[in-house]
């Protein structure tokens, strides 16, 4: 049995939610092979490589995947799979928007069905994912020859290093010519990166503007060297950027520390945020939902008490 696990990387280094992947296709029992899939990518193999519980890093070289295309990609992880003739027997990718870009496509191609977000292993077969925004966990059992398998990352502990796994070239597929990138606009922050932060500062809706988003919420995360969040209310309304949400719809997240500020706890947000390991929230209205997952609670301004808070740190 021969597990697959679809490297997110760009190009230069490989992305932390792989080793999250990495570590659930441990739990399986059978071989890993790392599939890295890109333009001028040889970093991200070596990085691989050295992965704990990695035994082998297959390489697909072509100006094809410089940009990451999901048609392309898919494409290469279909071929690999009928290339290895019946051996690998699971398909995996972190629960990003890259995996859930490029999987489903996957799935659709191998006429599987796919098995998205789980957050444990039972065993070859099964396994257990969220439903109902998190309030219920489903156990599923596949029968499919090839099980194709998103990975909630804050459910499995990151692979470390100490392994050295071969690395070798297969042939890579031909552009699929479906789709072009026309541009690319990134966000460039100093803070930590929202969906590996230790600590995340969030606010919501209470916030009142984007610009008391900014004057509340930043002195208290460049206190705390916290990454900042949002909920889709704040998101919707302008506030900041999409790439800041946190729930269902957004990022998934599990901090140590979680600090919701004026957010009233919708049941999305809640599906990406609960599994914090301490949360903290802030909010006026004592009978905010929000309170319902919080281990410390505060009624109180906002406005009033965060300031008091910044100072206090």
């Known amino acids: 049995m021969t597990i697959l696990v ?3 990387h760009d190009n230069a280094s490989l992305k932390g939610a792989t080793l ?21 990518a040889a970093a991200v193999a070596e990085t691989a490589a050295r992965l704990a519980g990695v035994t082998k890093v297959l390489v697909a070289d072509s100006a094809a995947f410089a940009d990451q295309s999901a048609e ?3 494409n290469q992880v279909v071929e690999t799979v009928k290339a290895a003739s019946g ?23 191998l006429d ?3 098995i998205s977000e789980i957050v444990a292993v039972e065993s070859a077969d099964t396994f257990v994912r969220p439903i109902y925004a998190g309030n219920a966990l489903a156990t599923v059992k596949s029968v499919d020859p090839v099980k194709v398998i998103t990975v909630r990352t804050t459910a499995f502990e990151a ?7 071969s690395v070798e070239t297969v ?11 026309v541009g690319r606009e990134l966000t460039k922050s100093a803070r930590p990166e929202l969906g590996a932060a230790k600590i995340i500062v969030s606010g919501g809706r ?25 909920s889709r209310a704040a998101v919707d309304a302008g506030y900041v950027p999409n790439d800041y949400q946190v729930g269902q719809t957004g990022k998934v997240v599990a901090p140590q520390l979680y600090v919701a500020v004026g957010i009233s706890g919708a049941i999305q947000h809640l599906a990406g945020m609960k599994d914090s390991k301490v949360i903290v929230a802030i909010n006026k209205d004592p009978e905010a939902p929000i309170f319902q997952v919080a281990d410390y609670g505060l009624v109180a301004d906002l406005f009033e008490a965060v300031p008091q808070l910044v100072s206090a740190v």
């Open 206 to 230: 209470g916030l009142g503007s984007g610009e008391n988003y900014t004057k509340v919420l930043e002195p208290l995360a460049d206190k705390l060297g916290a990454a900042l969040g949002a």
């Open 171 to 181: 042939a890579a597929v031909a552009e699929a010519g479906l789709s072009k990138l």
């Open 6 to 8: 679809v490297a997110e």
């Open 87 to 109: 051996a690998i027997t699971h398909v995996l990718a972190p629960a990003t928007t890259f995996g859930k870009n490029v999987l489903p496509r996957v799935a659709a191609l």
């Open 20 to 40: 999250n992947a990495i570590t659930a296709a441990a739990r399986l029992g059978g071989a890993i092979s790392v599939l890295v899939a890109g333009s001028g």
């Open 112 to 114: 599987v069905a796919q």
């Open 72 to 74: 392309n990609l898919a």
């Open 159 to 165: 692979a470390g290093e100490g392994g050295s796994a």
